[in-house]
């Protein structure tokens, strides 16, 4: 029994990847890295990440290693292995959820350190790890402009992994660490490029979401602290591209 099927079988679907750099170690070797960061546990995520690499491989040439970074609560169930008679292939996933938040802590950039609210707390309740990350962050911040800016993040991160209520009411005592003076720095000290860069930072991450995650848009207007008419618009642009 045969059954005719479409000949045209073309895939024209752009890729764009979250991270990607031409990498030289201190041994002299040369790859490319690809790095995914993951809000859905996607199911069919092998098959992206497979198409990723044949279109690397077959643009660059060189050894390519891929890393999903999956950053939701629950433990992932994608599948990241590919076998089949002529195919074998996986990628390595890594749950921030999963990892000692103290790994996060010892950095001594901001930035990494706000990844702690995603990973595991250790047995730790979570209003004593806050106060850490919080504590940490100050210590490697320079300026009030960019401690408000990661407290920000610290909540968005926060929503992102559905902490439990308790949780929720520690990331509202934020506020007990921001003096007043810090707050009202904040508000009279934003010029116009430090809001030009919050807007494309507001984009970026809305579109992530919406390109990544079946969340609704008032859910992302939620998360990422904007209107639904922005994450309307935004997604208003990416379905007439």
């Known amino acids: ?3 005719e099927l479409p000949d045209d079988i073309q895939h024209t679907k752009e890729r764009k990847p ?3 750099k031409k ?3 201190i041994q002299g070797n040369t790859f490319i890295l690809q790095i995914e960061f993951q809000v859905a546990d996607e199911p069919k995520m092998v098959y992206r990440m497979a198409e990723y690499y044949i279109m690397l491989e077959r643009k660059y040439e060189l050894p390519i290693e891929q890393f999903v970074i999956f950053l939701g609560p629950p433990k992932p169930q994608m599948p990241t292995q590919l ?3 002529r195919l074998i292939f996986d990628f390595p996933l890594i749950s ?3 990892l000692d938040y103290h790994i996060f802590l010892k950095s001594t950039h901001p930035e990494e350190i706000v990844l702690s609210i995603l ?3 250790q047995g730790e309740a979570p209003d004593k790890a806050l106060q850490q990350i919080i504590h940490r962050i100050e210590e490697t911040t320079t300026g009030d402009l960019a401690l408000k800016r990661y407290f920000n993040q610290l909540r968005v991160l926060a929503q992102l992994r559905n902490l439990e209520l308790t949780f929720k009411e520690a990331m509202d005592s934020i506020e007990k660490f921001i003096s007043e003076e810090r707050d009202v720095l904040y508000l009279r000290g934003l010029d116009k490029g430090e809001e030009k860069a919050k807007k494309q930072t507001q984009t970026k991450f809305v579109t992530n979401l919406l ?3 079946d969340f609704s848009v008032e859910r992302i ?3 990422t602290d904007v209107s639904i008419d922005f994450v309307k618009a935004i997604q208003q642009k990416i379905g007439s591209k």
């Open 23 to 25: 990498i030289t170690d």
């Open 18 to 20: 979250d991270v990607l």
């Open 119 to 121: 990973a595991d707390f």
């Open 96 to 98: 921030l959820a999963s």
């Open 1 to 3: 029994m045969s059954e």
């Open 221 to 223: 207007a939620e998360i």
């Open 83 to 85: 076998a089949r008679k």
């Open 211 to 213: 390109l990544k995650t």
